[in-house]
């Protein structure tokens, strides 16, 4: 489980484990992947939160 999980708080070290998905169990949470860009290129992203799984 990664530190900020309960806080949400923000990762201010982009070197760090935690910029990856959250993971609540060990071996679980989002699938990753990478992407190339180009030095100084602009890179647009979507996020999504919710508060707990579905019923």
Known sequence: MTANHYSN???TDVTSDAIRCYQNTPGGGGS???YKAKAGGT????EDHHEGSDP
């Open 9 to 11: 708080g923000p990762v």
């Open 43 to 46: 890179i647009q992203t979507t």
């Open 32 to 34: 990753t992947s990478t």
